[in-house]
């Protein structure tokens, strides 16, 4: 089979044949048919996250992918040959970026019905993060305010749905081109981060979801309520978040000294800052493709490449200026670029 491997961090991502991957007794093996890109495959490519998921290189690369089950290991229920399946690869592990992939029954869910493969593969990571972020650690309900930053992005875009569905007043930051966009999810309050001043527009926010770290992560901080929470997706990490992947006291050290500013900060306005970083949950992502095909979520996919050119998908995605998602695929029937 044809995967993505990274060689030595900070090479390019290259394309070589390997032998198919032999499923495990819990393992789901999967014809990868299209694949979502995400900047953490960049983080994983330069070694950001090397102190924190010692990989083993060559290292196959990609954290998530839309399919179809070709075999099963021998304790694997309730996921039949041929069924349409999606997921997010653990990125203690990565291996999205490969015609046939092995994962574990628990972190695949089936494929949403109303969905193409394409839709499905651009789903996993930004429908957990908004679910883990919005239902689980933010806790959103009906009534509440939430701030999401880069609405017109991946994650924003599905934020910003799943916050209107749980009856949230959802205000989001964007470029001025991308304002009608959010506005057509569902968006409340627009914010063009270039000509206004998000803290000036609003205020007693129960929750933000900072998509965007740095100065628009301290900003935030002064737009909630008392006791209200800040979301961060790009960090820094906190120690809650070392407790979970489980690192080594000096790296544990390391992690809580990050965030050690803006946790003190957010302590002394009397609120508070949590780091979120996506766990893989097929359960969740049965959630997500229930309200896919109830028609509360709609995926968005910026656009198509072949799979041939995942390390351009990875640019492009750097580069930004997209809507929703950038997903490589198998199928020539798929591509809507390159
Ligand atoms: N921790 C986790 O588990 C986790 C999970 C998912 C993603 N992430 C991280 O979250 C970040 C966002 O991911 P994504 O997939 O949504 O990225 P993306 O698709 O590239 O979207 C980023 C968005 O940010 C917007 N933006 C740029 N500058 C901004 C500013 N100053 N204020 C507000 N918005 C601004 C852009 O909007 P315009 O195009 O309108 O300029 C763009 O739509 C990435 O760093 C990613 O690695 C973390």
């Known amino acids: 089979m044809k995967a993505f491997v990274?060689?030595?961090?900070r090479s390019p991502l290259r394309q070589i044949d390997m032998p198919e991957p032999v499923p495990g007794d819990h393992e789901v093996l999967v014809r990868m048919s299209a694949a979502g890109i995400n900047h953490a495959d960049e983080r994983v490519r330069t070694g950001e996250?090397?102190?924190i998921f010692p990989f083993a290189l060559p290292l196959v690369m990609g954290s998530e992918f839309a399919g179809e089950v070709i075999a099963t290991g021998k304790d694997v229920e309730g996921f039949p040959i041929g069924m349409q399946v999606f997921a997010y690869v653990d990125l203690a592990q990565t291996g999205g970026f490969a015609e046939v992939i092995a994962i574990d029954q628990k972190h695949l869910a089936p494929a949403p019905r109303s969905a193409s493969l394409v839709e499905a593969a651009s789903l996993p990571?930004?429908?957990?993060?908004?679910?883990?972020g919005l239902v689980n650690m933010g806790q959103l309900r009906k009534g509440q305010t939430v701030l999401i930053h880069g609405g017109s992005g991946g994650v924003g875009a599905i934020?910003?749905?799943l916050a209107k569905h749980l009856g949230a007043t959802v205000a989001?930051?964007?470029s001025s081109a991308n304002a009608d966009f959010v506005r057509d999810l569902g968006a409340d309050i627009v914010i063009d981060y270039g000509s206004e001043d998000f803290a000036q527009r609003v205020r007693d926010v129960d929750l933000v979801l900072d998509t965007q770290g740095g100065d628009v992560l301290k900003k935030s901080l002064g737009v909630l309520r008392p006791g209200g929470t800040v979301i961060g997706i790009t960090g820094p990490p906190d120690p809650d978040f070392a407790k979970r992947v489980g690192v080594k006291a000096p790296v544990k050290l390391a992690i809580t000294a990050l965030s050690a500013g803006i946790r003190r900060r957010a302590r002394r306005q009397g609120v508070t800052y949590r780091f979120l970083f996506i766990e893989p949950?097929?359960?969740?992502l049965r959630h997500i493709a229930g309200l896919i095909d109830q028609s509360v979520l709609r995926p968005i996919v910026d656009r198509v490449e072949p799979f041939e050119r995942t390390p351009q998908a990875l640019e492009a995605?750097?580069?930004?200026?997209h809507r929703g998602k950038i997903v490589v695929s198998t199928q020539p029937t798929d591509i809507s670029h390159g």
């Open 159 to 161: 934020a910003i749905q």
């Open 49 to 51: 996250f090397a102190r």
């Open 172 to 174: 989001t930051t964007v």
């Open 125 to 132: 990571v930004v429908g957990l993060t908004a679910w883990q």
């Open 317 to 321: 995605v750097l580069t930004g200026g």
């Open 281 to 284: 949950n097929g359960e969740h």
């Open 6 to 9: 990274l060689e030595k961090y």
